[in-house]
């Protein structure tokens, strides 16, 4: 018999048995992972007591944190994703499996928190906002990626009649053939400040996220290129991926 505690919590996106990690390794995507990075160690504080990365996965972006960190736990809903990560990093971290929205973490746990290309699959984000703001210690930093809908080629999309999703307006749209959740940077930012959170640092990242670019390109020159533009293009907020670096 299931028991409440062991209750299967409601998830968007069930990454039980599914192999995240392919999709890296054998997908055409070392300018997104590296774009990923490159923001991350802008934006997370070089030292850390008690960190956790929300969403974590198999631990694609371990090597970010581990050196910065004193406590590090990967936290997911995925057993698959976790026993992956405990199989690459052994002691280095530890790992926890839970819903996002019931967060398994004692108030003000954490000094370091982390959340990255989860945004999409989320149905509440307010809610999950909510839970980071309890765990998260007064003074520490949550590093959050969003997924973002005013992005330049959803305008075009959107202009051309290609796509009735509007870009410019504020509520969250869910990409039907996708089922994911994309989110106007003003619509978080105001919740950020409704719940508490002080915006410290903004960067536009994964900014030539193109198939054509990278073709045309390479990944190499692309990289290169995201390294001005993830601060210069911050303030227009057109890429697919905006971090922002939270304070409480
Ligand atoms: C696209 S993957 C991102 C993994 C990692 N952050 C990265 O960037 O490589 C999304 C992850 O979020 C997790 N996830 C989605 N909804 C969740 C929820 N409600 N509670 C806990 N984890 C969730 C999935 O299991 C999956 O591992």
Redesign the pocket.
Known sequence: MTTAKEKQ????????GYD?EE??REHDRAYEDEA?RMAIRKLLPKKMDNFV?????????ANEYLKRAKKVTI????KT?LAQAKEKYGDKINTK?????QLPFKDNEFDGM?????T???KDLEA?MREFYRVLAPGGTFVI?VANKRTLPKMFRYWFKKSDINPFDEKPSNQKDTNMINYHPKYVEKMFDKIGFKIDKVLSVSNFRSTTLKKVFGAKTLIKLEQSAQENLAGVRFAPSIYYRLKK
């Open positions: 919590p409601k998830v968007s996106a069930d990454y039980n995240y999709y890296w990923d990365d929300i969403g974590g996965g198999y631990g694609r972006l936290f997911d809903y995925s994703e499996a839970g819903d996002i929205y982390m959340m990255v290309r989860v999409h699959h989320l999950a990626e």
